[in-house]
């Protein structure tokens, strides 16, 4: 038997042609969070099984590594923030003064061969 909720388009898709993709169906969403959810349970738990050789003390404590993970993933975004202050253009970078930039651009003599 199908399940409507298989076959029912959402509305941004409905009857306007477009193809509809694997996550445009919230189900297939759900399917995939609570997957992700029961890797994490599964790994927690391992947790109290497997015994880990550490190095430093810290290593031992409980969840070290995905605390580890969580605050060197913040960090990483908010580095980006900081570098994309320091190195974002404005909209029309490559717009502007276009016509000066192909002219040195392109200057090989109007033949193509660059550096031959």
């Known amino acids: 038997m199908i399940d409507k909720a298989d076959t029912q388009q959402p ?24 997957g992700f959810y029961l890797c994490c349970t599964l790994l927690v738990l391992a947790e109290f099984v497997i015994h880990r050789h550490v190095v ?3 290593e031992g404590l409980f969840g ?3 605390i580890y993970g969580f605050v060197a993933c913040v960090v990483l975004v908010l580095a980006a923030t900081q570098m994309r202050k320091l ?10 003064d276009s016509s000066a930039a192909d002219s040195t651009a392109n200057d090989d003599g109007g033949n193509g ?3 031959r």
């Open 11 to 34: 509305p941004s898709a409905a009857g306007n042609g477009e193809k509809l993709y694997l996550f445009d169906k919230p189900k297939n969403v759900q399917r995939l969070l609570r």
């Open 56 to 58: 430093h003390s810290w």
């Open 64 to 66: 070290f590594y995905a």
């Open 87 to 96: 190195i974002m253009r404005n909209e029309d970078y490559y717009d502007t």
């Open 113 to 115: 061969n660059v550096g």
